[in-house]
């Protein structure tokens, strides 16, 4: 049998969590983050790349003249250009399905965080002597007592594992009802699918799932938000961009919806500008934030590690698993 190739890998995000052993020969460069800048120099001789949010493109590729594995340490790669990988025979993997049990909890932490209004009555509690001036914060929900779950609409957007999962978990706890979007703009309804129009009028809870692409790139922006109820709570764990930010930044100060919560931003992290974050010194009231930090637990690292090394060690002998782009070819 002929010797395994010896590769050079390079992570260019060892930030979220130790990269493992393969079983071939290879030298490794890790970073714990990279800069859109810095790719270029960091990639140039790799053969094999991995990567989670940081975007290797085309013109950081073209640099890179002997790689041939792009490894996406994630389930979301909306950002890889495959036809470009393809034309360059260059292999696309990712690590799919690897955090549906911590997304699914923590998009119904989100729910009620929100709906509770929990974030913002501990700092008041803990920041202000409202409580014992006024003895009592039921008066800061400006719309009055929350729903209880009973008393909701749940709405899912993406009935992949992650929205199969929330579904599950919402009947579980004892949610009103849940339904299932069809997908904005089909013009046939599904089995158990309800029109994506329909179901902004009729949820109280408006929860997204759905990958980023270019059908869902600002898929609610203020003509949804304004058809949805005073009551409304988006929850966003999906992908930054596909709510229009500025268009749910105004919804939540003239009170088009009750309120909102988010674990992804269009940028990521975020930084100062996004029109969901504070501009002066004032957050946007009704609006909770998470920074990206739904998928991380200890069952996420454990699978995403063992996808990883599967997936790599699986290309390197010629079985390669969760691929996109192969020998040429964009296969999904």
């Known amino acids: 049998m002929a010797p395994l190739p010896k590769h050079h890998v390079v992570c260019l995000e060892e930030c979220h969590c130790a990269i ?10 890790g970073y714990y983050n990279t ?15 991995i990567s989670t ?33 393809a034309t360059r025979g260059i ?24 709906r509770k209004k929990i974030v ?11 409580w014992a001036r006024e003895g009592s914060l ?18 899912v957007v993406g009935y992949g594992a992650l929205g199969k999962r929330i579904e599950m978990l919402a009947r579980a706890i004892g949610f009103g009802d849940v339904i299932v979007s069809e997908r904005k703009g089909a013009s046939q309804l599904r089995d158990t699918r309800v029109a994506f129009e ?58 088009w919806i009750s309120s909102a919560a988010t674990d992804v931003l269009e940028v990521e992290p975020g930084i100062k500008g996004s029109p969901l974050l504070p501009q002066d010194g004032e957050p946007i009231p009704n ?20 996808l990883l090394k599967e997936g790599i060690d699986g290309w390197v002998v010629g079985k390669p698993v969760n691929v996109h782009v192969h020998e040429g070819r964009i296969l999904r």
Not at 20 to 29: D, G, L, M, N, W
Not at 238 to 249: D, T
Not at 292 to 306: G, K, P, S, V
Request: charged residues 20%; aromatic residues 6%; hydrophobic residues 40%.
């Open 53 to 85: 949010i940081v975007q290797v493109m085309p013109a950081h590729m073209e640099k890179a003249p002997h790689l041939k594995l792009l490894a996406i340490m994630a389930t979301g790669m909306d950002w890889v250009d495959k036809e470009y990988c």
């Open 20 to 29: 493992p052993k393969f079983s071939f020969p290879y030298t490794y460069q």
């Open 138 to 155: 039921t008066k800061k929900f400006l719309d009055g007592p929350p729903l209880t779950a009973s008393q909701e609409v749940l709405g």
């Open 287 to 306: 609006l909770t934030i998470s920074p990206h930090i739904a998928w991380f637990a200890q069952e996420t690292i454990t699978t995403l590690q063992r």
């Open 198 to 255: 329909e179901v902004l009028k009729r949820v109280t809870v408006l929860v997204l799932t759905c990958p980023r692409d270019t059908s869902t790139v600002n898929m609610i922006g203020e003509a949804e938000l304004k058809s949805m109820r005073k009551e409304a709570l988006l929850i966003n764990v999906a992908r930054g961009g596909i709510v229009n930010e500025a268009a749910l930044a105004k919804a939540l100060k003239e009170r």
């Open 120 to 130: 913002e009555m501990h700092i008041r509690t803990t920041t202000t002597d409202e």
């Open 91 to 114: 292999s696309v993997i990712n690590s799919p399905q690897s955090n549906i049990s911590s997304v699914s909890e923590h998009a119904m932490g989100l729910y009620f965080a929100a």
């Open 35 to 49: 800069t859109s800048d810095e790719i270029v120099a960091r990639i140039k001789d790799a053969t094999i790349v």
